[in-house]
């Protein structure tokens, strides 16, 4: 047996003609059944993080999360203390669920235990690089995965791990700590790259590649960007490219990221004061300039 579902991006043309069946009747949907089909394709084309996932169920979101740490953060405590929702309410008010308590895209992303078995790109990952190209020894690989803040969370511990720190005593009553990347700009960067990110038509991850000589970030949709030494790819284009990706707000309740334009500032801020080069933005198609 064969169940075929109804298309969510109607009116739907066979050889050039839509074809409907209302009631006993069947045949070639009229000017004004094409304008219902087309306003009911409007109502769905929301935004993608607001789409709700098929399949998908609240038992696969951790819940505990969600009331332990989003919550108090999202919602004033006096709020709290003053509603009487049951828990699908208070995820569809948070916008992490539809009204009939199934996941969304975001509340997949912020709360799923494998985001992975719905959205097959959302996962980071690492690569640790004996030499300065893709192809040279590979000293270490991690795929980092689960809800976001848990990723974050392994993203500074992975950062923490690999970040070399020189000590300086000469000419100093005190000794000087001189980490050859800021942890502060590379947290900066990590955020940015997850959640600045196509989603909805990308199933590539997030590649963090650290070389000998740089940290590289790609992320699907916006290109990428670059932490070290600036380094010119000759023949190749610049281009502007766009995303659709979840919205910030999530994040920015999580206080996991700022919700302003200075996510790449903090990080020239940071390594204007331990000397370290800036970063670099770099195009779809490899061509970088330095900031």
């Given amino acids: 047996m064969v169940e075929v579902e109804p298309s969510k991006n109607t009116p739907v043309r066979l050889r050039g003609t839509v074809r409907v069946r209302v009631g006993p009747r069947r045949g070639i949907a009229t000017r004004d059944e094409e304008r219902v089909l087309t306003e009911r394709r409007r109502s769905w084309d929301g935004p993608f993080d607001q789409r709700s996932i098929p399949g998908a169920k609240l038992d696969e979101l951790d819940l505990e999360l969600f009331r332990r740490e989003y919550l108090p953060q999202a919602v004033h405590p006096d709020t709290l203390r003053e509603n009487d929702r049951s828990l699908p309410q208070q995820l569809a008010g948070l916008h992490l669920a539809s009204p009939d308590a199934v996941p969304n895209v975001a509340g997949m992303l912020l709360l799923g235990y494998e985001p992975t078995a719905f959205i097959k790109g959302a996962y980071v990952q690492f690569l640790r690089i004996d030499g300065t190209e893709l192809t040279d020894p590979i000293i270490d690989r991690k795929e980092l995965t689960g809800p976001l803040p848990r990723v974050l969370d392994q993203m500074d511990e992975v950062s923490r791990a690999h ?129």
């Fill in 163 to 291: 970040i070399r720190t020189s000590t300086s005593i000469a000419g100093t009553s005190r000794e000087r700590n001189h980490p050859d990347y800021p942890i502060e700009a590379l947290q900066q960067l990590l955020r940015n790259a997850v959640m600045h990110r196509n989603y909805e038509s990308s199933n590539a991850p997030v590649q963090w590649y650290w070389f000998s000589d740089r940290v590289e970030l790609h992320n699907p949709g916006l290109g990428a960007c670059s932490a070290g030494p600036p380094r010119r790819a000759s023949g190749a284009r610049e281009a502007t490219t766009t995303a659709t990706r979840p919205s910030p707000l999530p994040c920015t309740s999580w206080a996991t990221c700022s919700a302003s334009a200075s996510g790449y500032r903090c990080p020239r801020k940071h390594v204007g004061r331990t000397g370290t080069p800036s970063p670099s933005s770099i195009s779809a198609w490899g061509a970088s300039r330095s900031w």
